[in-house]
């Protein structure tokens, strides 16, 4: 995690305006996508089409015609207290 996180600080360019967006799911569902990637993957390309149209939207507004979008993401699989989640439910 740290080496990502210095990868991200060191790599990308400090030009480039960065957003942090959180997906907060209930938590029957999220206990399932915790250990489930069939279901994770399609939940997170959903969340990041929807995210950059609405950017892209913003931006053609402003008068900015091209905009690339671009994410990194990262599961949270523990609660608040750094407890794990539970598998069962």
């Not at 995690?1 to 942090?20: F, K, N, S």
């Amino acid at each position: 995690m740290a080496e990502t996180a210095a990868h991200l600080v060191d790599r990308v360019p400090r030009h480039v305006p960065m957003r942090q967006w959180v997906l907060s799911v209930p938590h029957g569902l999220r206990y399932s996508m915790a250990y489930d990637a069939d279901l994770l993957s399609p939940v997170m390309r959903i969340f990041s089409r929807v995210v950059f149209q609405s950017l892209r939207k913003r931006a053609s507004e402003f008068g900015i015609p091209r905009v690339q979008c671009g994410a990194v993401t990262f599961v949270q699989r523990f609660g608040s207290a750094l407890n794990s989640i539970p598998t069962d439910t």
